[in-house]
């Protein structure tokens, strides 16, 4: 399986920035996508914001002009630039790539979640 690690979460001032950063574990043959979801105590895991293998780019409407999604596909890794924060940002981010690796077995597909990262943005 492809393990994803994720970095960058802490504690900011409304206005600052933060970069989650999320690296795969093993090398990858093809990414369909990555994206990052956020959730907060007692509500659904909701996308913020994904890009492509193609690179096209998607953003859920409030972080938009603030949030930039971006991947580096030779190093497997993905990343969420966060500015102009607000505390309603505030939640757990987790990181998702979907794609193929090959092993002794051949191609494999893979679906895989980051463990989650700590986004706190006080007023």
């Known amino acids: 399986q492809v393990q994803l690690v994720e970095s960058g979460g802490g504690l900011v001032q409304a206005g600052g920035s933060l970069r989650l950063s999320c690296a795969a574990s093993r090398n990858i043959f093809a990414i369909n996508a990555m994206g990052w979801y956020r959730q907060t105590p007692g509500n659904q895991r909701e996308l913020v914001a994904a890009?492509?293998?193609?690179?096209?780019?998607n953003y859920t409407d409030s972080v938009k002009g603030r949030f930039t999604i971006s991947s580096n596909n030779a190093k497997n890794t993905v990343y969420l630039q966060m500015n102009s924060l607000k505390p309603e940002d505030t939640a757990v981010y987790y990181c998702?790539?979907?794609?193929?690796?090959?092993?002794?077995?051949?191609?494999?597909?893979?679906?895989?979640w980051g463990q989650g990262t700590q986004v706190t943005v006080s007023s």
């Open positions: 998702n790539i979907n794609g193929q690796y090959l092993n002794y077995r051949g191609w494999q597909d893979f679906d895989s």
């Open positions: 890009i492509t293998n193609g690179g096209s780019t």
